[in-house]
């Protein structure tokens, strides 16, 4: 399995500019999330979806967008981005949202809002 | 909504020596905290967990205790490794990864 794949790995983008970050996973994972992380502030969710067809805001989804139309992909979408946008962002998922069902990250995406 | 706090933000220690992270959680209903460890430049990964129904939880040198009365808890480690360098994330959540809050982590440097 390549567990949880996220791309691209390095972005650059002028502020206004829109784009899509793509996360997949290939472990029937129902539970997938979005996470942002900057210096000093932690892991911030934007996002989640407990299965297909179900996604809902978590504590900083202001100028995102999602959208899980199959089990496997879990999109973000930046609509017109912002220099505070720039971020490493991390899709998360697990089996369910079930205790004790550790989080399988990406590798992450970097970020650059010009 | 949930609220973690973690402390300290960071911590430098010899090698050998234990460590200590200590996390506070504002929202009584919580009663799952995973935490997960974060090497430079890597992805997050669980190492422990714990839930509320349990005051403490051991695996090798990593240790999580749990006061629920308080509102804490907090990640042990004894005989440090420079391995062990990396920034720890506590978390928490009303229903395991549903909605999980982090505390803003915690720099660990282990020196030999």
């Known amino acids: 399995n390549a567990g949880v794949t996220q791309t691209p790995k390095f972005q650059v983008l002028k502020t206004g500019q829109s784009m899509t970050l793509q996360c997949a996973q290939d472990m029937n994972h129902e539970y997938m999330s979005w996470y942002r992380q900057d210096p000093g502030m932690g892991l911030r969710l934007i996002h989640y979806s407990v299965g297909a067809g179900i996604t809902d805001q978590g504590e900083v989804p202001n100028g995102y967008n999602v959208s899980r139309s199959t089990t496997e992909d879990f999109p973000l979408r930046l609509l017109s981005a912002a220099p505070s946008q720039t971020s490493v962002y991390f899709c998360a998922s697990s089996w369910d949202t079930g205790w004790g069902q550790p989080l399988h990250f990406g590798n992450g995406t970097r970020l650059t809002v010009t | 909504g949930e609220n973690v706090e973690q402390h300290p933000s960071t911590l430098s220690v010899q090698e050998g020596d234990s460590a200590v992270i200590k996390c506070t959680y504002s929202?009584?209903?919580?009663?799952?905290f995973p935490w997960y460890k974060q090497e430079l430049g890597k992805r997050p990964q669980l190492i422990i967990d714990i839930r509320s129904n349990v005051g403490e939880k051991k695996d090798q040198r990593i240790a999580v205790t749990l006061n629920k009365t308080a509102k804490h808890f907090s990640l042990h480690i004894t005989e440090t490794q420079p391995e062990d360098s990396a920034v720890y994330f506590c978390a928490a959540s009303g229903g395991s990864n549903y909605k999980l809050t982090f505390g803003k982590g915690t720099l660990l440097t282990v020196n030999p």
């Open positions: 929202d009584s209903a919580s009663n799952y």
